[in-house]
């Protein structure tokens, strides 16, 4: 595609629900990367994939927080029984290698989670 | 703690005027390092980037942005700035670069720019 597609963009949860949040990366982009951003704040990484690999989770904030991207292409970022501080844009990034230089993460335009 | 600074949280400008956004981090050993742009209802995307080599850096826009070591600095400068440029401008660090490319954040700075 033209860009990094992210569905929903808006998703308004009710405390204790699932929900789960699409990633469309630019095709042919090995590398993608969720990010949570707060209202005020910068983003903060969440987790990485290389290919289908999860090479680094460090950033989920919880074991309610899972992602995964079984082809290498789509991702989804799932959030179990959410809770009200789960509330924050969701940010979706790709790129086209795994390492090197001039390696640039192209964002989607995010997921906006509100949680009641 | 690690982290990225950004000194400046709001800043308003008049057209034609100077612009200097401080952007500090704490991380030693190689970096890579970047400032992001989100204008009004974007997404982010990629001002500039420095990687190595003359750390004087220019991106688009007439943004540029200047990487000192010494004062783990990667300030952003653009000589005078139009009321398109209003938008949240935010810096990033790849603490480790080349082994795990995730970004740390500063908080980003939101300029206005009076026409």
């Given at each position: 595609g033209a860009g990094v597609s992210q569905s929903p963009r808006y998703k308004v949860a009710k405390r204790g629900q699932d929900v789960a949040l699409r990633c469309d990366p630019?095709?042919?982009?090995v590398s993608l990367f969720w990010y949570q951003q707060a209202l005020g704040q910068g983003p903060e990484f969440l987790t990485y994939f290389q290919n289908e690999a999860?090479?680094?989770?460090?950033?989920?904030?919880?074991?309610r927080f899972f992602a995964e991207r079984p082809e290498g292409s789509v991702s989804t970022l799932k959030i179990q029984r959410t809770q009200q501080e789960d509330s924050a844009v969701y940010l979706c990034a790709s790129s086209l290698?795994?390492?090197?230089?001039?390696?640039e993460q192209f964002f989607g335009p995010g997921t906006r989670l509100t949680v009641l | 703690a690690q982290s990225v600074s950004q000194h400046n949280h709001h800043v308003i400008l008049s057209e034609a005027a100077s612009l200097e956004l401080g952007c500090n981090y704490s991380y030693g050993g190689t970096v890579n390092l970047f400032w992001y742009v989100q204008y009004p209802g974007q997404h982010l995307q990629l001002l500039l980037k420095y990687f190595s080599g003359d750390p004087l850096v220019k991106g688009i826009k007439g943004f540029e942005a200047e990487f000192i070591k010494s004062k783990f600095s990667f300030n952003l400068r653009k000589p005078s700035v139009q009321w398109s440029d209003t938008a949240e401008y935010f810096c990033a660090v790849n603490p480790n670069a080349g082994n795990n490319r995730k970004l740390i954040w500063g908080l980003g700075t939101s300029l206005a720019v009076n026409p």
């Open positions: 630019i095709s042919g982009h999860q090479l680094d989770k460090s950033g989920l904030p919880s074991d290698r795994a390492g090197g230089p001039h390696n | -």
